[in-house]
Each structure stands twice: as C-alpha cells, then as structure tokens.
C-alpha cells in the first residue's frame, strides 16, 4: 500500500505538473498566434472582432502577470454570467461551491477532532502481525481502539420567467402518432390538435427521416475540405498541379489531378443530394409519426406537454420540445415501439461494460498494493524495494491508469445513449452521465475498495480464523484513502490544469492555420471551443462528492486533497466557460436533480460503510444510533423530491399565463405563426451551399411547396419553380432571426406564407394551419 513517502512523490509529480501546465498557459495565452484557441468564445459572442497583430507577444510585464487569469475569472457577476454564458453553465459552477461548502466545515471538525483521535489510537500496532498497514493508516478510523465511545429552483424559474421568446416555449414535440387509413401524418396531426386543442392549436411540422440525406451532406463536407486543400496547395505553387492517386491512402490506383477530380466527385455528389432531397419529400414513407406541434401560448403548450392527450396512453405522447439546436435529430426517425427493446439491449450492455472493466480496474488496484504481492510472490521482491521503482508504481502509476483507462468511456456510452433513442442532446449528455457515474461508483470506488482490500490482505486471510476475517475487511477498507489520495492528484490537480491549457485544441488550431487555412472564416472555423462536457464532468464530481463523504469520518486526511480540487477547478472551470467554452444548448439546469440524488446516494453510502465499520469494531452502544442518520436523509430526499423536483419537470400554468399576457401588452402584433413557421424544420434541408473565395457561383433555387392540409388529396405532388441567378460572395445561414457565418457551409433559409382562405379551410370551416414554402439551394 501507498505510504506517506509514496503519497510524497505523487504530490511531488502531480503538484510540479500543474505548476507547468499553468506556467505554460500563462506564456501561451498572451500569444497573439494563439488568441482564438484561449479566447474563444470572445470572439463568437461578439467582444472580439480583430485578432491581434503580430506572432509573439513582446511586453514582458505581460509574463508576470501570470495569475491575471485569476482575478479576470470571478469579476463577472452572476446575472452577468446567465446571460454571457447561460443558466446550466452557473449551476455547474455552484456544484464546485457546493462541495466547498460541505467539506469545508467538515475538515475543520475533522482535522481538529478526528485524526487527534485516531492518532491516539493504537489498534493497527496490535494488529501488525495479522494486517497489512503504513503510516499513513494510523491517521485513518482503524486506528481507534474497539469500542470507543434548492436555491437551483428558484434560479430555473426566474431564468425561464425572465428568458426572451423561443420557440420551444410554444412548442411540444408529439411521437407515436397513430396511423389513420387515407391520411397522411399531417392531416392526423392537424385534425387531432384541432378537436381537443382549438383554442390555441397554431401549426406543425412533420418531421422526416432524412438520416441518407445527412450521411451525404457529411461526405460532401470531407470532399470539399480535400478540395480546398489542394486548391490551397496549387495556389501556393501555381505551376504543379497535385497529382496523386485515387486508392487507399494515395499509394494505389490511377493517377488524377486531385483538383479535378475533386470536383468531378461533388459535381456529382450534388445531384445524388437533389435526388434524395426529392424522394424524401416526396415519399410518404419518409414522414415519421412524430411531428413538432405549435401553439399560439405558452398556457396552451404547457398545458398539452404535461397532459395525456388520448384513453390510449401509448399514442399521442407529448413532451415539451428540446429547443431547436438541442434537437438530435437523428434519434426522431427510429420508431417509437422499438425505444423500449433498445434500451433494454442497452442495459444489458451497459452491465456486461461495467462486470469486464473490473479486470483491468483490479490490476490496477494490484499495482498499488506492492507488499501484498510480495507475500504472494517473494521472487519480485528484488524489483520491488528499488526505491524509485516503488515510489512511481504506488505513488503515481495507479492513479494515471485508472484515468487512462477511464478516458475512452464517455465517448463508449455517449454512442450507447444515442441507440437508446433520446431527441435531445441536452437528455443524451444527462444519460451518458447517469451510466458515467454508474460505472464509476461499481469500478473505481466499490471496485478499488474490494479488488484492493481482498488481494492485500490475501495472506492475513489464509493464515488467520474465519471469525477474524470480517475484523479484517472493517479496519483494511480504510486504508484504500491513500489510492483515492493519488487518484485526485492525477484527476483533480494535474488534470484541471492540464484543461485550461488546452493542449489538444492548441496543437489542431496551429496545423489548420498551417494547411488549410486561407481567410477569417476558415481561421473562425479551425476554432474549437468546446463545450463544458457535462455527460463526464458530472459524474466525475459525483465522485468527488462520494469520496469526500465516505472517508470524511473514515480517514479525513482525505479531506484537503478534495477542497483543493474544488477550490482549483471552480477557478479554472469559470475562466473557460467566461472565455472559451462555446454553448451547445440551454436546458435550464436540467440536470440539477441528477446532481443531488447522486449527493443523497453518497450520503447513504457513507452511513451504510460509517455502520458496518462501528459494528466490526465492538461498537456495541453506539452503532444502532446510526440506523437513525440513513433514515433522516431518506426522509429528506423524498421531502426534496416532492418540493422542488416538479420546477424541473413541468413549467407552471401560473407562471406561462403571466408571461403570455405580459408578452400580449408589450407586442400586440406579434405574429408568431411566421416567428414558429420553420423553427423545427430539419436542418439538411437549409439551403446547403459552396462558396470559392473570390469567385462567383450560379446556384439553381428549387421551390418546394409542401402542402400539408392536401398532402395526402394530392398524390404527394410538388410544384417546382426553377430559378437562376447569380450568387453573390456572401452567404449565410439563416436560424430563426439570427445569422452565423461559417467557413465552407452556408445555409440560407426562406419561409413563405399563404394566407389564401379557400386553400385553408377544412370542411368543418376551422382554418387549417398555414402552408410553408420552403427554398433547398442546388449546387450545379
């Protein structure tokens, strides 16, 4: 096991990497070169425009001022932070604040009261025949001699109360939509909505499966980027044309210029779009039975997502609609009745991860319990007592392996959560985490715990009675701190140092801006601000938290290396989401419930372990009052649960009503059938254009007219109109009001309105809701 000397040299390792890590992003983050890859989020909210001149920052006063960061990290106020960076980001950020308010208080009890308490102790002298044990153990609880003596809420509501008008306040998404003989989707939906919602019933959107369509325009992406970069390449060297050849990886096949060739393969990647564009707008088959249904309040909305909509409860399922950039959409073309097959096979497979990843975690544990192995196996001793290889394999190896091997899971389980099905991205990261913290709390703490307890103390078990072994497993669990101790020096220390250097975003921006990049935009696109990360951050600090609780009593020298990681990541984690991470999508801290169920657990389990070490310590008197600690938190997650989870679930008609009137006063001729007409229309169908820099391109406009009241009466027919004209060299997409440029793709998005009475009355006389044109660009 880890002594103080090996936890000497892991602090040493961990402490002298992050000094670096940070030394480094100090000089780095003053470059002018490297002003994008450490700002930003600066610069796609608006706060830069120009990037600094010059390769290398000369002032050195600049170099000093090293820890500027810091002060630069807490000026901004919270409300300033909800609206620079959004509400699930501050919350993130409170979870840092909330462990230092836990643990805080209780390393001060515990340095003052516990461990004087466990030093006096003297049970591991006693026991130093019969158990395995360091110094560092006699500060632990098994060292005591036998018998001894939702302010999140109120933040979610006043942040939806106080958010501007979007439109999936106004939207709900429906799935499991019935299908009716000579109707199509839209006509079910309308006519449905219409009879048990005509008050505030305002339109739909059908939603396609146009999943082939997508996995083109992806294709089309990687074509281009191979075209721009041999465009690039002949630009700089204007008279060799690339030549390469056409097979894998270039070394095999028929050689070709790379340029022409290029464009003979999206010239004809084009029409295979414009194809599949037609056949899943004209294919009755493509519709799903899922559509994305709009009112005309948000009293009208809420009410339709937080009721049952038909005496059927498996059809006409409806839930509010994630907004539109937090929509998977993907996910919206897998069929309703195999969701609940796919998350069983998942399950199933989530377990069968978690039972095989005990094989690596417990040679890992291995590695940390090197005087076990040498009971076991005295040939190794030689190896072993090398000091230098003693202290790096207990002192530091251990902890690195386990992060090694825990690095490729959230991408593992993010893929398992996107074949269960979930639309939303914000509920993807949320189940990801769920499993994340799953997996963890199995390998890594009860894992570690038992792997490492049971191989370690494998030659006290054989030589010693039956009777004897439950003693043994109650005072060696303790000892598993010191591993827990490396663990949050690799984890919490060097790791959240190593993040706010950004070393793998660095080095990509720099080889984009040496190959491909040739303007501002394409420097704007070879930006990667990432994103907080939630689906592994979460349960990382669920750990955390589970760590801090368990061994708070058990072993509170524990406690300084958890305040340390809080007190550090909260600094680091609110300079990137004030200048770098980029925000995917606001959920207003959905995940909030997540994150104090988890604490609850962790309460639980540390009753449960404080319970069964008292017992296998004769603590006769004192044990059965602690059935009264896990009963009391019980008490108080379901007191919790009942008061403040609903504001996480449901949106109150009290308050949507308010905002809607309010909302009616100040716009009175707000239209929102034109604000929510194309809101949730499928992206791909944006207008998917190519721009050469400095050249003009012809495009072909195709108008396809959906009718969604006569779909079905119209045999599915189209009316094209075709257009010709010249494209100018600005192109944009077109989201909603807002416009974002980006570098090789561009989307432009119309929407058109009819409003003639003939063509949108139904029989019953009701208006129909409006019929949308939407433009698709054709690149020739």
Same mark, same amino acid.
């Given at each position: 096991m880890a002594t103080l000397e090996d936890l000497g040299v892991s602090a040493f390792i961990n402490i002298l990497s992050a000094f670096v890590f940070l030394l480094l992003f100090a000089a780095l983050r003053v470059q002018p070169v490297n002003d994008r890859v450490y700002f930003p989020k600066l610069y796609l909210t608006g706060q830069r425009s120009h990037h600094p001149r010059g390769f290398v920052n000369l002032d050195i006063c600049s170099y000093f001022r090293f820890l500027s960061w810091v002060p630069g990290a807490l000026r901004m106020s919270q409300p300033e932070l909800i609206h620079h960076a959004g509400l699930d980001s501050v919350v993130y950020l409170r979870i840092y604040t909330l462990g230092l308010k836990i643990f805080l208080p209780i390393m001060i009890v515990a340095l003052l009261v516990?461990?004087?308490?466990?030093?006096?102790?003297?049970?591991?002298?006693?026991?130093?025949?019969?158990?395995?044990?360091?110094?560092?153990?006699?500060?632990? *609880?098994?060292? /005591? &001699?036998?018998? !001894?003596? $939702?302010?999140?809420?109120?933040?979610?509501?006043?942040?939806?109360?106080?958010?501007?008008?979007?439109?999936?306040?106004?939207?709900?998404?429906?799935?499991? *939509?019935?299908? /009716? &003989?000579?109707? !199509?989707? $839209?006509?079910?939906?309308?006519e449905f909505f219409r009879r048990n919602h005509p008050d505030h019933y305002l339109g739909q959107q059908a939603v396609y499966n146009a999943n082939r369509y997508a996995k083109l325009v992806k294709k089309k992406e990687r074509l281009q980027n191979w075209l721009d970069y041999y465009q690039l390449k002949f630009e700089r060297h204007p008279g060799k044309r690339p030549i390469g050849r056409t097979g894998c990886l270039g070394f095999c096949g028929r050689e070709v210029d790379q340029i022409d060739y290029y464009r003979a393969r999206i010239s004809e990647l084009d029409k295979k779009l414009a194809s599949e564009r037609q056949r899943v707008l004209n294919d009755p088959k493509a519709v799903m039975p899922v559509a994305f249904v709009t009112f005309d309040s948000r009293w009208g909305a809420a009410v339709c997502a937080q009721t049952q909509q038909s005496k059927n409860p498996t059809q006409w399922l409806t839930d509010w609609a994630p907004e539109p950039r937090d929509v998977y959409w993907q996910n919206l073309a897998i069929p309703f009745f195999s969701l609940s097959i796919r998350k069983f096979l998942i399950s199933v497979a989530v377990f069968a991860l978690v039972f095989f990843y005990m094989i690596p975690i417990a040679f890992v544990q291995s590695l940390a319990n090197l005087e076990g192995i040498e009971k076991v196996a005295p040939f190794l001793r030689p190896v072993i007592e090398a000091k230098v290889v003693k202290y790096f394999l207990q002192g530091f190896l251990p902890g690195l392996a386990l992060k090694i091997f825990l690095y490729i899971l959230p991408t593992v389980l993010m893929i398992m959560s996107k074949v269960e099905g979930y639309v939303s991205l914000s509920s993807l990261e949320r189940r990801t985490a769920s499993k994340y913290y799953y997996f963890m709390l199995v390998n890594v703490f009860l894992g570690s715990i038992i792997a490492g307890t049971a191989f370690e103390q494998l030659y006290a078990f054989i030589h010693q009675p039956p009777t004897q072994i439950p003693r043994t497993i109650g005072v060696a669990i303790p000892m598993k701190a010191t591993f827990f101790m490396t663990y949050i020096m690799v984890d919490g220390w060097a790791g959240i140092a190593?993040?706010?250097?950004?070393?793998?975003?660095?080095?990509?921006?720099?080889?984009?801006?040496?190959?491909?990049?040739?303007?501002?935009?394409?420097?704007?696109?070879?930006m990667d601000p990432g994103s907080i990360g939630l689906a592994e951050n979460l349960p990382s600090l669920q750990l955390y938290f589970l760590l801090g609780l368990v061994y708070a009593v058990v072993t509170?020298?524990?406690?300084?290396?958890?305040?340390?990681?809080?007190?550090?990541?909260f600094l680091v984690y609110r300079h990137q989401i004030i200048n770098v991470y980029n925000q995917e999508y606001e959920s207003a801290a959905a995940f909030w419930p997540q994150v104090h169920s988890r604490i609850i657990a962790s309460l639980l389990i540390s009753h449960v372990t404080l319970f069964g070490l008292m017992s296998t310590m004769k603590a006769a008197y004192s044990t059965p009052l602690l059935i009264f600690l896990p009963l009391l938190t019980i008490w108080f997650h379901y007191y919790c649960k009942s008061r403040f989870e609903p504001a996480f679930r449901k949106y109150p008609l009290e308050e949507a009503m308010e905002k809607d009137k309010l909302e009616r006063a100040s716009e009175p001729n707000l239209n929102l059938k034109s604000y929510l007409s194309n809101a949730y229309l499928h992206p791909i169908f944006h207008m998917f254009e190519q721009q050469q820099e400095g050249e003009e391109q012809r495009e072909e406009k195709v108008e396809v007219r959906i009718d969604k009241a006569q779909k079905q009466q119209r045999n599915h027919h189209r009316q094209e109109e075709e257009e010709e004209s010249q494209a100018t060299a600005h192109h944009y997409y077109h989201h909603h009001h807002e416009q974002t440029t980006t570098t090789h793709e561009h989307y432009h998005q119309h929407e058109h309105m009819s409003m003639s009475s003939s063509q949108y009355h139904m029989t019953d006389g009701s208006p129909s809701p409006p019929h949308f044109v939407y433009h698709y660009g054709v690149d020739p």
């Open positions: 516990l461990i004087p308490v466990n030093v006096s102790g003297g049970t591991l002298l006693n026991l130093r025949k019969e158990v395995v044990f360091s110094n560092i153990d006699k500060l632990s *609880i098994s060292n /005591v &001699s036998p018998g !001894s003596n $939702s302010n999140v809420a109120f933040m979610r509501l006043h942040f939806l109360a106080s958010q501007k008008r979007c439109a999936d306040q106004f939207t709900v998404i429906v799935r499991n *939509i019935p299908h /009716v &003989s000579s109707h !199509s989707t $839209s006509e079910t939906v309308d190593n993040e706010i250097l950004r070393v793998k975003p660095l080095v990509i921006y720099h080889l984009k801006n040496m190959f491909i990049v040739k303007t501002e935009r394409d420097r704007e696109r070879a509170p020298i524990l406690l300084p290396f958890i305040i340390i990681f809080f007190a550090f990541a």
